[in-house]
T-cell receptor
Framework: GDSVTQMEGPVTLSEEAFLTINCTYT??????LFWYVQYPGEGLQLLLK?????DKGSNKGFEATYRKETTSFHLEKGSVQVSDSAVYFC???????????FGTGTKLQVIP | NAGVTQTPKFQVLKTGQSMTLQCAQD?????MSWYRQDPGMGLRLIHY???????DQGEVPNGYNVSRSTTEDFPLRLLSAAPSQTSVYFC????????????????FGPGTRLTVL
């Protein structure tokens, strides 16, 4: 079946450090890919998305590129802030299917 | 727009009790869904609906019922609560169903933290 694998957390970084959170997927077709973020005590919200191979999604300084050859959608940010501390979820959805498959989430803690 | 609202925010039940988690959205979204979030397991789909009167099971439907009588509301019923249902429950909605779901953002409510003793 379809699945999403994320790197284990928690990830602890100092402010202004470079962030990479790895995400790989398995899917029977060509999915759309998403990153959602969950701040403490809140629901998830969309951070960025890419709907076809080689697309780059970007938002709030975060970027991720849809790599079909490596079935990956790694999340990156050049300089993290304390306010980026949250749980990040990679997700996929296939055209014509009625569900979104989420990874297990990666907790990021940014220390001053 | 209030977006997706959920009530209650917190709930404690005893084993065997029943209750309904409420979810409402004011964005006229066709697609609505319920997830549970457990440590180390991410979000797992319980039930979903592609429109009023249409519901279907997700990957963990046992012990839960849903109905969708209006576009706006999608309540989740726990029939006889068990400790294994202790979790955080999220309702989400999205524009479109079927193929359109693949390209569209899901909007999540703030969650209900449920403890079953």
């Amino acid at each position: 079946g379809d699945s999403v694998t994320q790197m284990e957390g928690p990830v602890t970084l100092s402010e202004e450090a470079f962030l990479t959170i790895n995400c790989t997927y398995t899917a029977t077709g060509y999915p759309s890919l998403f990153w959602y973020v969950q701040y403490p005590g809140e629901g998830l919200q969309l951070l960025l998305k890419a709907t076809k191979a080689d697309d780059k999604g970007s938002n709030k300084g975060f970027e991720a590129t849809y790599r079909k050859e490596t079935t990956s959608f790694h999340l990156e940010k050049g300089s993290v802030q304390v306010s980026d501390s949250a749980v990040y979820f990679c997700a996929l959805s296939l055209w014509g299917y009625q569900k979104v498959t989420f990874g297990t989430g990666t907790k990021l803690q940014v220390i001053p | 727009n209030a977006g997706v609202t959920q009530t209650p925010k917190f709930q404690v039940l005893k084993t065997g009790q029943s209750m309904t988690l409420q979810c409402a959205q004011d964005m006229n979204h066709e697609y609505m869904s319920w997830y549970r979030q457990d440590p180390g397991m991410g979000l797992r789909l319980i039930h979903y609906s592609v429109g009023a009167g249409i519901t279907d099971q997700g990957e963990v439907p046992n012990g839960y019922n849903v109905s969708r009588s209006t576009t706006e509301d999608f309540p989740l019923r726990l029939l006889s609560a068990a400790p294994s249902q202790t979790s955080v429950y999220f309702c989400a909605s999205s524009y479109g169903a079927g193929g359109y779901l693949a390209n569209n953002e899901q909007f999540f409510g703030p969650g209900t933290r449920l403890t079953v003793l």
